[in-house]
């Protein structure tokens, strides 16, 4: 499949043709703030198994349905009160809320479930696709199954070249994360699935009552189906560094000793780690979470290049913060590419 590449920011023409794309059964990757979206219309069951298929994900993981205005999701699902109240403070924005389903969305797309996600992205090229589009975009995050979500064009391409119509560049994505997924309850209260930049802080100046499902406890179920895989995986085992920021340079040094080949996920302050043996690739300054949000997964994606041509045996990074706020994002993000790994400095 020759897949068309359009540049979102100056090609009306071209984000006109992903839409008619769209209506017509076809997949167009498109950008959001989060991370890039792999879409199809959301009344069509047989384009959304195709999203599956490209992708290589499990059937039983369902997909979000995007809309250009929280009013759209009227259409296919049972909106709330709690739901506009939500949508009022957060959407457009990197939020998605579980809500029951209407019959018009195949069992394709929430795969068999009697609810589905909805999520109004406010990147101004999703929105212009989405309201073009006319119909809701099922989409999950662009990726190969197990691999980083993509937070650029080029991570678009280099997993979906040839398997989808179409790529939408939007340039890099502003958070890195992905949504927040949210369950709505009796109530007033609030369950996060997936943790993300409309933190529980925020949701909790809404809502009455903010729960987080942990579903990160082994053997515990999660609530929501796609926290259950081992995601974002690198290909050299990753391993989190928990202590001070010098006890994680000594040990890095340790391994080096030790004839380890490695690559550092580090800070922009640790590029003085006196280690020139070990590769770096930063996610910004030591303070700046945001930063930390935005580069992870291109980070991870780095660390397989490199290992790719390089000798190497295992990838380290600091082990977040998990009080809250983006930390906890990245931390919920982190040790699942991990695998639980955890090494005390
Ligand atoms: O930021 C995002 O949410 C991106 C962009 C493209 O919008 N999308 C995304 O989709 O991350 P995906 O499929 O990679 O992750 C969606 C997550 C999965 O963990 C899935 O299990 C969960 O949301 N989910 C979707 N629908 C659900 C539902 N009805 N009930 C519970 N969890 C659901
Ligand atoms: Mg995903």
């Known amino acids: 499949m020759q897949t068309l590449k359009i540049d979102g920011a100056k090609d009306r023409e071209g984000l006109a043709l992903a839409a008619d794309i769209i209506r017509r059964g076809g997949l167009v990757i498109f950008p959001t703030e989060t991370v890039y979206g792999l879409g199809a219309n959301a009344y069509d069951a047989d384009a959304a198994r195709a999203v599956f298929r490209a992708k290589g994900r499990p059937a039983d993981n369902p997909l979000i349905v995007h809309v250009d205005r929280p009013e759209s999701a009227e259409e296919f699902a049972y909106t709330t009160e709690l739901y506009y109240r939500l949508a009022e403070s957060f959407m457009p924005g990197p939020l998605t809320l579980i809500l029951k389903k209407k019959p018009n969305i195949p069992d394709a797309v929430t795969a068999g479930g009697g609810t589905v996600g909805v999520r109004c992205p406010i990147h101004p090229v999703a929105h212009e696709f989405l309201k073009l589009a006319g119909v809701p975009v099922a989409a999950p995050s662009a990726n190969i199954s197990g691999r980083p979500s993509p937070t650029a064009f080029s991570h678009c391409v280099e997993d979906m070249d040839g398997k989808v119509d179409a790529i939408i560049d939007g340039g890099e994505c502003e958070y890195g994360l992905e949504s927040t997924v949210a369950l709505l309850l009796w ?56 202590g001070k920021r010098e006890d994680a340079a000594a040990y890095i040094k340790g391994r080096i000793k030790d004839g380890e080949a490695c690559l550092f996920i580090c800070f922009d302050e640790d590029r003085a780690l006196d280690a020139p043996e ?67 400095v």
């Open 187 to 242: 109530d007033d209260e609030v369950k996060i699935l997936r943790p993300g930049a409309v933190t529980a802080e925020a949701l909790s100046c809404v809502a009455s009552k903010v729960t987080t499902a942990d579903g990160l406890a082994p053997g515990e179920t999660p609530l929501s189906p796609g926290m259950k895989y081992r995601h974002y995986a690198p290909r050299a085992p990753l391993y989190l560094l928990d």
């Open 278 to 344: 070990c590769a770096s690739v930063s996610l910004g300054g030591k303070d700046d979470v945001a930063s930390h949000a935005k580069r992870l997964f291109a980070a991870l994606r780095e660390a397989d290049t490199y290992g790719a041509s390089h000798k190497l045996d295992a990838i380290y990074t600091y082990m977040p913060g998990r009080d809250g706020g983006l930390s906890f994002a990245i931390y919920n993000r982190l040790i699942r590419a991990a695998d639980h790994t955890v090494i005390k």
